[in-house]
């Protein structure tokens, strides 16, 4: 065993604030954030967050000692694995040989909610220990990836991943979770209401919890209802909107590649080059060649 203290931090986790700023508003934290996060040697306590934290474990098989409900249990933790680490709580580990640990972190608001919306009870999330599910892995790898890339979409697919895991999570602790019919869809006069807000703050970093408010929804309630009225995601629907103003800017001439995907929210010209081609199965050099 490491001499490593057990109050280690793995290096690239944020630091808790100075007491001097305990007192201060705390920032706006996004539904869900990744972290890939090294796990010492050694015996090891996972920091504790205000979020549920998820470990997913990434790499090859690692035997580990554990500490949870009182008792301690040995295991192994195998790639795509993962354990719940619930708000305010920690797990001490004891680790044969560093491992390597892909770290979601999801609002305990997001997860009541979504509890609501499917009619099953709220009384949070249990620790869970060497997890095996393949929808949570999926958003595990998703994020990941959207992590890597700058979050070339903004913030709204996430936010729609975030919404993705607090549900799946609510049905694995609840088996007895109801869903209820959600409404057919956004009034129009609500659905009106939002696509003038996206038309308006295109260029922003949109989330789903913003358009939430602007329909008067939770966000639980809001993402089906939006899908239904639309026949996309909102995330998706940003998107296309987003490509549709990259090309009529193109098309008006003008402008650099770099001021056009500014103007119409992306967060690059490589970004914007991406979804166009997605989208429109044609680059902007192409679309602008072509007026």
């Known amino acids: 065993m490491s001499d490593r203290p057990a109050s ?12 001097s700023l305990a007192s201060a508003a705390p920032p706006r934290l996004p539904l869900l954030d990744v972290l890939t996060s090294p796990v010492p040697t050694g015996v090891f306590d996972s920091p504790v967050d205000g979020r549920h934290v998820l470990c997913l474990h990434l790499g090859d098989p690692v035997p580990v000692s554990y500490r949870a409900d009182g008792h301690e249990r040995s295991g192994v933790r195998l790639h795509g694995q993962f354990c719940v680490v619930p708000a305010g709580s920690s797990t001490r580990w004891i680790v044969s040989r560093p491992a390597t640990s892909l770290l979601l972190r999801l609002s305990p608001s997001l997860v009541r909610e979504t509890a609501d919306a499917m009619a099953a009870r709220d009384d949070g ?3 869970a220990i060497h997890v095996r599910d393949a929808q949570i892995e999926r958003i595990g790898w998703m994020m990941q990836a959207e992590d890597r890339d700058a979050y070339p979409g903004g913030r709204l697919f996430a936010d729609s991943l975030a919404t993705a895991l ?5 049905a694995l602790h609840s088996r007895r979770a109801r869903v209820e019919p959600p409404q057919r869809a956004l009034p129009a006069w609500r659905l009106r209401h939002v696509v003038e807000y996206i038309e308006a703050h295109l260029d922003e970093n949109l989330t789903l919890a913003e358009l939430a408010a602007v329909a008067g929804f939770s966000v639980s309630h809001f993402k089906p209802l939006f899908r239904q009225a639309v026949g996309m995601p909102a995330h998706r629907f940003v ?3 987003r490509v549709e103003r990259a090309r009529s800017l193109l098309a008006a001439g003008g402008r650099r590649m770099t001021d056009v995907a500014l103007e119409a929210g992306f967060a690059h010209a490589s970004h914007m080059a991406r979804a166009m081609r997605r989208v429109l199965g044609a680059s902007p050099a ?6």
């Open 239 to 241: 998107l296309e909107r």
């Open 125 to 127: 999330l249990a620790s």
């Open 166 to 170: 607090a549900a799946r999570l609510v």
């Open 286 to 291: 192409q679309i602008a060649r072509s007026r």
């Open 8 to 19: 280690d931090r793995p290096g690239c986790y944020p630091a808790p604030p100075p007491a």
